[in-house]
């Protein structure tokens, strides 16, 4: 009996020696989509590792800024982890713990910033702080028809007439070109994103900082209204010219509208979220699957531009959980996760999954989110950035519709930012 309870005594002492170094329960608030489906089958096997409990609550990416607000205070929350579209960062900034405040991890280790794309961290930035971590690559990338390219007929035609060779278009110059030419020939060569949406915001911006301007920018602590009204001008003119050569309805496209007509092989060249690719390469949905070449976007009069829209993971100050939560950040962003996680959607924002050879045969798209990442530009960072985002949009879609002259939306958005800055 003695030799029972001394083995029972060793088997309880072993079980605590090597038990997992947590006991708790954590909750993390994400938006909801293939990518953090896909992280929910992971899940058992962290817990098992750390004996942390995970209770991951996924909503539309649409309600999460408004789920923050009621749900995350300076001395109160509902979370241990949120996901902040990277736009918002400014106006969380002040309820999240800097990231240099995180642990270092006891089981999953703290990942250090050069193992994540170039400017991807940056999206995790205010005020010359990090107030969390990027937890995926998400920039524009370009999409361009490979068999149009390769088309004997066309690239003989299109030399004759352009005098340089078809390709991917490396400039705004060639792409006025290209679009210019395919759809002399029956198919569409461009299709924008002009939807009443962030989408169109989006489109703004990429073409405002191609040609050189910005409607905002943080000079000296402050947000003030930067846009160069002349080179605002010429950058709507040169969007319009592309619609001459979009589809019909080329005004109220979205991303369902501007999949359908790529999938069914009408356009030549647009730009992608990389979230969406998969779409274009289902064979079951997509006439043009494996036809497609994926690169930076092209380079603008001014400099190379992609707009991010990284989503970032941020620990809420009054999180009673730090180091838990830590581990399981740290758990998303490892190497492992990363390779468990990409069959089943997941889009990393670390260069060594991005550049590994095997993915980049499976997912062209991966390298051109690296490669675009080197030229990734951020939408305004405002903390009223919901407000300035509509203005710009508004006067934009005006704009470029027609409704206004580039000159009078131009001034008019000058004009409401300053205001909005001004409050």
Request: hydrophobic share 45%; proline share 7%; with cysteine.
């Amino acid at each position: 009996m003695k030799r029972v309870f001394l083995v029972l005594w060793l088997v309880s002492i072993f079980a605590v020696v090597f038990a997992a170094p947590y006991n708790t329960t954590i909750k993390v608030l994400a938006w909801d989509d293939a990518l953090t489906q896909a992280l929910k089958s992971g899940i058992p096997d962290f817990e098992k590792a750390t004996g942390i409990k995970v209770i991951l609550e996924l909503i539309p990416s649409g309600n999460l800024l408004q789920k923050i607000g009621v749900s995350v205070s300076v001395d109160k929350t509902d979370y241990d982890l949120v996901t902040v579209d990277e736009p918002f960062i400014p106006a969380l900034a002040h309820l999240m713990l800097p990231f240099d405040r995180w642990s270092m991890g006891k089981i999953y280790k703290k990942p250090n910033l050069s193992v994540f794309a170039p400017n991807a961290f940056e999206a995790a930035q205010w005020g010359g702080v990090f107030v969390g971590m990027p937890i995926n690559a998400n920039v524009y990338i370009w999409i361009t028809r490979k068999d149009l390219v390769n088309d004997p007929k066309y690239r003989n035609e299109f030399k004759s007439k352009y005098g340089y060779d078809l390709g991917v278009p490396k400039t705004f110059k060639e792409l006025r070109d290209m679009a210019e030419f395919f759809h002399s020939k029956g198919i569409y060569g461009f299709a924008p994103f002009t939807k009443q949406t962030e989408g169109s915001t989006a489109e703004a911006i990429f073409m405002f900082e191609s040609f050189g301007t910005s409607p905002l920018t943080v000079q000296g602590g402050k947000v003030i209204v930067s846009l160069d009204e002349k080179k605002a001008v010429e950058a709507i003119n040169f969007y319009k010219e592309l619609l001459k050569f979009s589809p019909p309805g080329a005004l109220d496209m979205g991303h369902s509208e501007r999949i359908a007509a790529f999938n069914q092989g009408k356009v030549f060249t647009m730009f992608q979220w990389p979230a969406l690719v998969p779409q274009h390469e289902d064979p079951n949905n997509s006439l043009v699957a494996g036809k497609i070449i994926y690169s930076a976007p092209p380079v603008g009069p001014a400099k190379g531009a992609a707009i991010r829209g990284c989503w970032v993971l941020a620990m809420p100050n009054a999180s009673k959980n730090k180091e838990a939560a830590a581990e399981f950040a740290y758990w998303w962003a490892s190497y492992e996760t990363g390779q468990n996680l990409i069959p089943k959607g997941f889009t990393p924002a670390r260069s060594d999954l991005l550049l590994n050879p095997t993915y980049n045969k499976e997912r062209p798209w991966f390298k051109a989110i690296f490669d675009s990442m080197k030229n990734a530009v951020a939408r305004p960072r405002f903390t009223k950035y919901p407000e300035a985002s509509q203005i710009i949009r508004n006067y934009w879609l005006a704009a470029i519709s027609g409704k206004m002259s580039p000159e009078e939306a131009v001034r008019k958005m000058k004009d409401e930012l300053n205001e909005l800055v001004g409050k």
